[in-house]
């Protein structure tokens, strides 16, 4: 069974206030927990709520099989599910997908092997080297990933308004991926 998780990162202001004595690197290795905000966590947001930003948010993407983490806390960007949104997009028009992630040498892979099965896997641009390999049942992993980034851009939206401007620029591949997956679409409609 995938768990998937989108929390978002706490300030540099907010962590070193709670540990005063402590560079940043220490917090993060040493209090993890304190660092990320699970947004399905509505105290956590609302005290949040201040500090999320119209565009560009620092968080991260958990990502759980069964009892193996395939994505933990340690991978944080600006705007993961956009990248996501369209490495599943270009998935299911292609077959196979390489996304790259910003400006980052990081590429976030999707590709069919074979029966019901995808292997998702986050690698270096450069060298190919694979930080994350995981083979998952392909109908469950694209329906929780889409349901997460929509849950994420719902929650965004409800404590940022202005986030709406974010959800727009992926709003018609989410469609898109939703329909795939229900069987509603044929993989050919959409394009960009």
Known sequence: MLKINTHLVRTRKELLKKHPNMYLHQIVSTYPTDCFINIEDEAGMTDFQHNIEEFYNQYCITIQYNDSVIVSHDFIGIELWYSYIHMMSKYIREGKAVEEYGIDPIEFVLETIGGDLVRFSIRN??????????????????????????KYYETMIRFQPKYERQYNRVAKHIKYIMEAIEGKGNGTELQG
């Open 125 to 150: 641009s450069y060298d190919k080297k694979e930080s994350v390999v995981a083979d998952l049942p392909r109908d469950e992993f694209l329906s929780e990933m889409i349901q997460s980034a929509q």
